[in-house]
């Protein structure tokens, strides 16, 4: 038999009542604001009253079987939100209640009614009370059309359930014209004006007052407005840029006025654009905001607010947008859940201007030339959450991944002041940045589910896929960014590189190709690219995106370091010292002292790895004292072990561990492998190999700083383990898109040629020591670890 809670979609208790149909929560009749996962959540311990509800069924209410992910804090962050919403007290409960480590107990009474009676029209039978009414409101009225077009009304249902005992049939057969009659006008009147598949194009705001502050700032107001709705789909700014390059228009310099908008909308196939007007009404402001038919200009929905002064200007914006959001067809549970007014952001115009130039320059020009924007934004508001995730991005893809951290915690701390999709973006950057791949993972369940067109999910974790070496899962991932979001160079640089990962070089050449046709471009589409004429061994080809790099504050130093670990592969070592100190200058002469740390140290491994241990010793020194953050001192400890100075290589290992022991990056696959380089050089192997298991699942992968330093997991396994070095030497060789130019990639020829030997396979050994000694025949002649490779393969082949 079905229990009440599967019969019923209504619950009350005290004044609340859940409506499990809609996903609403109300109080005496009034809407209680409660996100979607706590209302879950908050459903299920209701339906289960006086019951035991453990952390793992709400788990799997909320996340179902077959997602991994750190789910505490996420059941913890929802038992709080329905404490706020019922307004209960943790200590003394009055509807839920914590039972340590067993999970929580709904503890109120609970009623459980049938749709029906919650009709006003509603008879009870005889003998018993009426329920009372709820109080109607406004936002209950706005709630009306959301029925399904196979199911009655409950006024419809109301009069069928009387039919042969109230009135007669002639009545009632005019009762039902009537009621159709209402619902069909009815319906007409609440149809949605748009749809989810539905996109609107975004015009600049029209300014006829004499404060230029206005022109770009409510704009971008605006658009934080009406981003934050799951339900409607504005054109991204990377389409709009890329159409209004197919229109002729310079992206630029181009205001998007209605005309424009409306040749926009044809080009993307949206349905209507927004327009903001804001004018002086004697001393007062008038804001409206007006939505447009694409298609005859009709318009769809208009809304005005009059504003007092000009610091209530974006609270006035706030409403109009949140009225026109309902006119175009925005659900009411969707209003009341993502409803957070941009003064909420921030309340600082000034502040808005910048942060809307700093993205539009970001997108432009790149990251470095937007970072003095945001830097403003902050000046101005000091607590404004957006503006210190806009740095984050800018400072992380810079290599400056230590100031990236400091902006993304402060934006982390701030998040509640933003809205839901800013608070997941905000949220899941930070985790990226510490490394907490779990709860990021949990973050981007939440915001595919809640908005299923944004790319930036699908794109994140297309990245953690690629840290754990899961390829074919990350290039699923990234084309599903691709495809979501077809104007993100971003999106062309992550496939293009898995598909290289993958050994897929041509699908690679296809992707840079589409990148290219439309126009897009950057220093990291430029670097992938590169990669693949390295697998290539077109070195023209390489030549050509470092020329294309000269000069641009972010990209130079990028390529000039990849360059120098191109001439470290082919043993030339003396250019590869010349290119990295160029690249650490450039990065300095940018103002990226971390980035410059980090080519220092890629400098002092690759120098420790081809036998120079003084030289490596010195790089290693100065990469420290230039910028000691956490990347660099991974590269630091890990050169340190590899040319026997463990002590020091402890330590750094030892503070790493105190500081990030919730990294999961840094616990699972980097330090392990700096400790197995450090116990093989202490003369431990079997220690070493120990170490190493735990990272077999990943050892594949690029985890930050990705792609430096990549195939060490096996490399060291195959030095620690004779027996089946060549096994392990040989997997370097199998995946040359992983390995690329770094120089391990050559000397795992050598080690197999050293493995082979050690077995007895001379024709094996002889193989590869030529592979070897052909890809270093233009070394630099001095070397001792090329002298030694040619002695040892004189010795194997005497003649």
Known sequence: MASPAQQSSLIRFGAFQLNAATGELCKAGRPVKIHPQPFRVLLLLAERSGQIVTQEEIRHCLWGDNTVVEFEGGINFCVRQIRAALGDDAENPRYLQTLPRRGYRFIASTTFVEPAEDSILSVPPPGTAAEPALPPSDETELAVGHETRDSPSPLLRSILSHWNTRVGGA?????????????????????????????????????????????????????????????????????????????????????????????????????????????????????????????????????????????????????????????????????????????ATTASLEALKELGMGNKVAQEQGDAPSIPFYQRAIELDPNFSLAYA?????????????????SATKAYELRDRVTERERLLISARYFRLTGELEKQAQIFQVWMATYPRDANPHASLGVNYVYMGQYAKALAEYQKALQLAPGIVANYENLGYTHLALNQPEQAKAIFDQAFQRKLDSGGLRAVVYYFAFLRRDSAQMDRQVAWATGKPGSEDILLSEKSDTEGYYGRLNSARELSREAADSAIRSGYKEAAALWLGNDALREAELGEAARAKNQVNQALSL???????????????????????????????????????????????????????????????????????????????????????????????????????????????????????????????????????KPGAGRAYQDFLNLWKDADPGLPILKQARTEYLRLSPH
Do not use: W
């Open 390 to 406: 806009g740095l984050a991005a800018r400072y992380n893809n810079l290599d400056q991944p230590s100031l990236a951290l400091v």
């Open 627 to 761: 910028a000691a953050g956490r990347n660099v001192k991974l590269f630091a400890a890990l050169t340190l072990a590899r040319i026997g100075a463990t002590a020091q290589a402890k330590a750094i290992v030892d503070e790493l561990e105190k500081s990030n022991s919730s990294n999961t990056v840094l616990m699972v696959y980097r330090l392990p492998s700096v400790k197995a380089a450090i116990a093989l050089r202490e003369g431990n192997p079997s220690r070493a190999l120990e170490l190493l298991e735990g990272v077999k699942p990943y050892e594949l992968g690029q985890p930050t700083p990705s792609p430096l330093e990549p195939l060490y997991p096996p490399y060291l396994r195959g030095q620690a383990y004779p027996a089946a070095a060549a096994i392990e030497f040989q997997k370097l060789l199998d995946h040359p898109g992983i390995a690329l130019n770094f120089p391990l990639g050559a000397l795992a020829h050598l080690q197999l040629a050293r493995a082979y030997a050690l077995a007895g396979d």
């Open 171 to 343: 009545t009632v057969l005019l009762f039902l014209l009537v009621a159709v009659l209402v619902a069909v006008t009815r319906r007409q009147f609440h149809r949605p004006a748009l749809t989810e598949k539905d996109s609107i194009v975004l015009a600049d705001f029209t300014n006829t007052t004499s404060d230029a502050m206005f022109d770009d700032a409510l704009k971008q107001a605006l658009a934080m407005e009406l981003g934050q709705s799951p339900f409607l789909n504005v054109l991204p700014d990377t389409k709009v840029r890329e159409a209004l390059k197919m229109m002729g228009r310079a992206p630029g310099n181009q205001r998007i006025t209605v005309d424009v908008a409306r040749e926009l909308c044809v080009r993307t196939g949206s349905k209507a654009l927004i327009e903001g007007r804001i004018s002086t009404l004697g001393s007062h402001y008038l804001v409206s905001v007006n939505a447009v038919a694409c298609s005859g200009g009709d318009t769809i929905a208009n809304e005005q607010v009059e504003a007092a002064n000009k610091e209530s200007v974006l609270q006035a914006l706030s409403q109009a947008a949140f009225r026109l959001r309902s006119k175009l067809g925005e659900s009411l549970p969707s209003l009341q859940t993502f409803d957070v007014p941009v003064q």
